[in-house]
C-alpha cells in the first residue's frame, strides 16, 4: 500500500530539547517536503526535497532542519524547539505532476 | 510566488443543498490541482487531482472544474449531507510541491 508515515503522531517537548520527526515514504519519489498547520493560518511549507541530497527552504524555515541522505526518508529537525513551534506538522511526497500523498500528521507541543 | 485563495473561508447549508467551493490561484504555470478534505484535527484525505491539461474531475458526489487561465477552480458538491461536514483544502502544485489555500470550513446540519 502506498504510504507516507511520519513518527510521532504526538509529541510533548520541553523549550531547548533536540527532537526529529521522521518521515518515510515507500512510492519511489523524488519530491517531499514539510508542512505545519496553523490555526488560520492553513498549511505553510518548512521545507522540500526536489532529490536525494537536495533541499530548499519553503515559507517558514527558521527554526527547522532537514536531510536527504536517502530517498524515502526526509526527516525534520528541530534543533532547539520553542513554544511558537506547537503546531501539527505533515510530511508530503509526490512523484511529478501526479498526486501528492501525505502522512497522517504529528501533533508538537513545545511547552 | 504563488498565492491560492479560497473562498468562502466558512459555510453552514442546511442538508440536502448543492453547493461551491472555490479556489483562485495567481500563478497558472501548474502542474496539477488538488483537493483534500480533513476533518478536525485530522490528516489529509485526497478528493480530487486535476492534470494540468484536464478540464474537470468526478468522484461520486463531487465535480471538480479547473480554468487553468483564469487561474480559478471550484468543487461542487451534490446533495450535501451532514458527514460532508468538514474543512476542504485546495492545493496547487507547481514545481510538484503543492501550495495550499486556508481552506473552506463546511458545516452541513441536518
Known amino acids: 500500500e502506498a504510504q507516507v508515515t511520519q513518527n510521532p503522531r504526538y509529541l510533548i517537548t520541553v523549550t531547548g530539547k533536540k527532537l526529529t520527526v521522521t518521515c518515510s515514504q515507500n512510492m519511489n519519489h523524488e519530491y517531499m517536503s514539510w508542512y505545519r498547520q496553523d490555526p488560520g493560518l492553513g498549511l505553510r511549507q518548512i521545507y522540500y526535497s526536489m532529490n536525494v541530497e537536495v533541499t530548499d527552504k519553503g515559507d517558514v524555515p527558521e527554526g527547522y532542519k532537514v536531510s536527504r541522505k536517502e530517498k524515502r526518508n526526509f526527516p525534520l529537525i528541530l534543533e532547539s524547539p520553542s513554544p511558537n513551534q506547537t503546531s501539527l506538522y505533515f510530511c508530503?511526497?509526490?512523484?511529478?505532476?501526479?498526486?501528492?500523498?501525505f502522512g497522517q500528521g504529528t501533533r508538537l507541543t513545545v511547552v | 510566488k504563488q498565492e491560492v485563495t479560497q473562498i468562502p473561508a466558512a459555510l453552514s447549508v442546511p442538508e440536502g443543498e448543492n453547493l461551491v467551493l472555490n479556489c483562485s490561484f495567481t500563478?497558472?504555470?501548474?502542474?496539477?490541482l488538488q483537493w483534500f478534505r480533513q476533518d478536525p484535527g485530522k490528516g489529509l484525505t485526497s478528493l480530487l487531482l486535476?492534470?494540468?491539461?484536464?478540464r474537470e474531475q468526478t468522484s461520486g458526489r463531487l465535480n471538480a472544474s479547473l480554468d487553468k487561465s483564469s487561474g480559478r477552480s471550484t468543487l461542487y458538491i451534490a446533495a450535501s449531507q451532514p458527514g460532508d461536514s468538514a474543512t476542504y483544502l485546495c492545493a496547487v502544485g507547481r514545481s510538484y510541491i503543492p501550495t495550499f489555500g486556508r481552506g473552506t470550513s463546511l458545516i452541513v446540519h441536518p
Open positions: 500563478d497558472s504555470a501548474i502542474y496539477n
Open positions: 486535476i492534470q494540468s491539461s484536464q
Open positions: 508530503a511526497s509526490s512523484g511529478g505532476a501526479a498526486e501528492a500523498f
